[in-house]
């Protein structure tokens, strides 16, 4: 799964949506899932982004490949 750029998303990546909206990629289906967004809450989307968005809060892209997402900024890694 990548952004049309080509870039694989990351968890807190700042997004661009239709070039007018912003969001943040909050899980990654079937790959990244912070404890807010549980996997098992969401293994029925079966691929995809959840984006958590200024226009319409939570909104998941089955296929961010094939829609208008541009990465604004990468997230800050996490310390561990």
Excluded: K, N, Q
Aim: with cysteine; charged share 25%; net charge negative.
């Amino acid at each position: 799964m990548r952004y049309a750029s080509g870039e694989v998303p990351r968890l807190g990546d700042r997004v661009a949506i239709d070039a007018r909206y912003r969001g943040t990629v909050v899980a990654c289906i079937g790959r990244d899932h912070p404890p807010e967004y549980p996997a098992a809450e969401w293994a029925y989307l079966e691929r995809g982004l959840l984006i958590d968005t200024d226009f319409a809060g939570l909104v998941h892209y089955p296929d961010p490949e094939h829609e208008p997402i541009t990465l604004i900024a990468r997230a800050t890694p996490r310390v561990v």
